[in-house]
């Protein structure tokens, strides 16, 4: 069965401060890759997805990068995190092709203070 | 920009009574879901809804699709104190490939 895993579940940084939050799946092969950002009391923001490893597309301009260094992991970065950059980070997965739906990982609360 | 948003924003019912919570939206689409997310945690696929279709059931969930008006429902039959949580529809939109489009969601709380 296909598993998706994400970590930390929470994070206090401080300001300037460098992020690495990690997603990966199991179970599948090729699969769509998203993360997403749910400010409190919102909806979620798609911040990045991708088709496949390297295919990065970026929704959003912003203090984030993401990269995809195998087919099933997908990283979110930041070098100077920003206080705007708080929220609850969730990483996603859905089939190569075709309409689906997604599968979410339990996501990081990150702080930044 | 939000494509969907719900209404109502908050909703408080009592056990065994229905619960029906409506999505709107702007664009044309190729399919409309709805999530389920309980307080910090990740979300939960419930239904998948296609653009040519109307009207689809999943146990006590209902989901009706009007592309003529832009807008979508959920009714969950029967509430129970355990459906207590946040619900989102997300769009799939024509030409968008399979990125979903998340509305601001529907605060549902059943009471015993």
């Known amino acids: 069965s296909q598993t998706i895993h994400q970590w930390p579940a929470t994070l206090v940084q401080p300001v300037g401060s460098p992020l690495s939050l990690e997603c990966t799946v199991e179970g599948t092969s090729n699969p769509n890759l998203y993360w997403y950002r749910q400010a409190a009391g919102r909806g979620l923001q798609l911040l990045f997805y991708?088709?496949?490893?390297?295919?990065i597309s970026s929704e959003v301009p912003q203090n984030l990068s993401a990269s995809r260094p195998q087919d099933r992991q997908f990283i979110l970065s930041s070098k100077k995190l920003l206080l705007s950059d708080s929220g609850f980070y969730l990483c996603?997965?859905?089939?190569?092709?075709?309409?689906?739906?997604?599968?979410f990982g339990s996501g990081t609360r990150l702080t930044v203070v | 920009s939000q494509q969907g948003e719900e209404d109502p924003q908050a909703l408080s019912i009592q056990e065994g009574e229905n619960a029906t919570m409506n999505c709107s939206y702007k664009?044309?689409?190729?399919?409309l879901q709805w999530y389920r997310q309980n307080s910090g945690r990740g979300l939960v696929h419930l239904i998948l809804i296609r653009s040519n279709e109307r009207e689809k059931h999943s146990g006590r969930l209902r989901v009706t699709l009007d592309t003529s008006k832009k807008s979508s429902s959920l009714l969950i039959t029967a509430s129970r104190a355990a459906d207590t949580a946040s619900y989102f529809c997300a769009t799939s939109i024509t030409g968008g490939g399979n990125k979903l489009t998340f509305g601001t969601g529907t605060q549902l709380k059943v009471e015993l």
């Open positions: 991708s088709v496949g490893i390297g295919q």
């Open positions: 664009t044309s689409i190729n399919n």
């Open positions: 996603a997965w859905s089939k190569e092709r075709g309409i689906g739906g997604y599968t």
